[in-house]
């Protein structure tokens, strides 16, 4: 405590060599941290920041013990993990390059925040869904939130405008050139149509699924995006979050579903983890959601 009371009245002491250069270069570093945290964020990267944090600590435990074998064995795999998080990462560090190259600085910076426009994007869908799938059109769309699917993107075609019924109905019409891929929307807009989409790695997937639903589980496994999906065989609508697959659902269904998991002011639920929000939307809603053969 006493030490601490010194710090405090030597404080004024040393504000006196701070200058406005020093200011301004805290400033810089105090915002890169930040950016670097919402960057862990945003990405699929958690997991690997936890990894080289535990590396970290182990690496500190061992040389404050010390434990010489463990020491060397961290010090050889952080030199090796230099090239392996460019690897890793290589997507990232490539998107920021290019947006550098091409002037966005600003959409590396641009705060999170959702769109006006995403009101307005659930409400059109459930519109389209509802006519879809009476009218048995197959449909795929993927409502992106902090994961960016850049890289999904880039296999279609890039779109800017605001989401319709009738453009997605458009969109997804048998005969037209796009509706075989995804649609992409970011903060309320499509951002991207005809898309092509990783297929889901799980195995104990019900063969009656399709490529259309192992598709919208695939990218779901992989992003924290919500994925809405409608049967081109039976009409039947779907929603894939986290690799969870729920069939048969109703418009109204569909619509509750979007809310709970777009909004960010959905209440209680709209704070719960996927799993919990997929229970209690669909509690107390009866049906065998295994039988009924879906096709892509």
């Known amino acids: 405590m006493e030490a601490i009371m010194q710090t405090l009245k030597s404080a004024p002491e040393y504000l006196k060599f701070i200058g406005f250069k020093d200011i301004v270069d805290m400033a810089i ?8 945290f919402r960057f862990v964020r945003r990405s699929r990267s958690g997991q690997v920041v936890k990894a080289i944090a535990f590396i970290v600590v182990a690496m500190a435990l061992a040389n404050l013990i010390p434990l010489r074998v463990i020491r060397t064995l961290l010090n050889s795999a952080v030199e090796l993990g230099v090239i392996a998080l ?11 390059l290019e947006q550098v190259g091409s002037g966005k600085i600003k959409e590396l910076f641009v705060a999170e925040s959702y769109s006006n426009d995403l009101e307005n994007a659930v409400k059109e869908t459930v519109d389209a869904y ?13 409502f992106e939130r902090r994961t960016l699917l850049d890289d999904v993107l880039k296999t279609g075609t890039t779109l800017d405008c605001q989401v319709s019924a009738q453009l997605l109905k458009n969109l997804f019409w048998n005969k037209a050139p796009l509706h075989d891929g995804a649609v992409i929307v970011r903060n309320g807009r499509i951002v991207g149509a005809g898309c092509m989409l990783p297929l889901s790695g799980n195995v104990n997937l019900s063969r009656d ?3 259309r639903h192992r598709a919208g589980i695939g990218v779901s496994e992989n992003s924290d995006a919500v994925v809405a999906i409608v049967s081109e065989e039976t009409g039947s609508i779907s929603v894939a979050i986290n690799g969870m697959l729920k069939r048969h659902l109703s418009p109204e269904t569909l619509e509750r579903m979007l809310r709970l998991e777009l909004m960010p002011d959905a209440g209680e639920e709209g704070r719960s983890t996927a799993a919990a929000r997929l229970s209690s939307v669909f509690k107390g809603i009866k049906g065998d959601n295994s039988n009924g053969k879906e096709d892509s």
């Not at 570093?29 to 670097?36: H, S, V």
Request: aromatic share 12%; net charge positive; no cysteine.
């Open 29 to 36: 570093i105090a915002f890169g941290i930040y950016q670097l």
């Open 86 to 96: 460019v690897v890793i990462f290589q997507p990232e560090v490539r998107r920021f």
């Open 130 to 142: 509802a006519a879809l799938s009476r009218d048995k059109v197959g449909a795929l769309m993927v």
């Open 209 to 211: 699924l399709g490529m």
